[in-house]
């Protein structure tokens, strides 16, 4: 297991994990939709795999389902998006061209499965990793993302979407949430001890847990068509420790009631 040094004070790292099925394919891009506008995503998403949608934006014309409505604005979408893309930087997305795009996805994902369009061979450095970790891995597999212990390693086969997010800082809360997450936070500091080491080293009037939170929480969403037609929604957070683990349970627990999904987490160890 790696380590990480912070202050003085030795910890484990990991990352953390969350998973949501989608019941209704056809409106996978309403769902992200819903997910990402409950209030709780900061407004910016970055497109961090950028591939397949020069594959999707093929296989529209191809199949000539730029003349269907909902084949004409995913490809409008994807045009634009594909039209902003560089060597020097992520590009952002929005909302709507998510919901259009992924919403043809679902509806199409049959066809899409069949012709291979997201099958994705791993990365030279992944095909390293894998070497290492003895571990083998073929296009077109289930995947179970839980056996792989970092967000790099994790394969892009059958990736439709990877978005780079982050969660809402505490002050962007109502009043009472905020009490609320706050307290679980500082319950799990004083649980692994933290708390009182804190103090010793900055002295009690200094607030860190708050300090902490306040900050935006960087976090993945990740959209992968499965090899029997499902689609799940995966994504990853990292914090040496965990120790704001329960900050990021909460928003996404809160985010996925909002739009009325299920959503599971789990730690990566």
């Known amino acids: 297991m790696l380590k990480a040094r912070w202050t003085g004070y030795e910890i484990d790292s990991s990352e953390a994990a969350y998973e949501v099925k989608v019941p209704q394919p056809e409106e996978l891009g309403t769902l992200v939709r819903r997910l990402l506008g409950s209030g709780y995503f900061v407004r910016s998403y970055y497109l961090f795999f950028e591939s397949p949608f020069p594959r999707l934006r093929d296989f529209i014309v191809e199949r000539g389902h730029q003349e269907d409505k909902l084949g004409a604005k995913a490809l409008q979408y994807l045009e634009k998006q594909i039209a902003k893309f560089n060597d020097r930087r992520w590009t952002t997305i929005g909302v709507r061209a998510i919901e259009a795009i992924l919403n043809y996805v679902g509806t199409h994902r049959h066809e899409l499965l069949e012709a291979g369009t997201f099958h994705f061979k791993p990365t030279s450095d992944q095909q390293e990793m894998y ?8 296009s077109g597999q289930k995947i179970d993302e839980t056996v792989f212990y970092s967000e790099q390693e994790i394969p892009l086969d059958g990736v ?14 109502p009043p009472d949430e905020q009490a609320e997450v706050y307290e679980l936070v500082r319950d799990n500091y004083k649980r692994v001890g933290l708390l009182d080491d804190m103090r010793s080293w900055f002295g009690p009037g200094r607030d860190f847990v708050r300090e902490s939170l306040t900050r935006r929480h960087d976090i993945s969403l990740r959209v992968r068509l499965n090899p029997d037609a499902t689609f799940t929604i995966t ?6 420790g965990q120790f704001i683990y329960p900050y990021y349970e909460y ?4 985010a ?11 730690m990566i160890y």
């Open 131 to 138: 070497g290492d970790y003895d571990y083998e891995f073929e």
């Open 256 to 266: 996925a009631e909002k739009a009325g999904i299920k959503i599971g987490f789990h």
């Open 251 to 254: 928003l996404l627990q809160q």
């Open 160 to 173: 439709v979407l990877l978005l780079g997010c982050a969660l809402v800082g505490l002050d962007k809360l």
């Open 235 to 240: 994504g990853r957070w990292f914090d040496d």
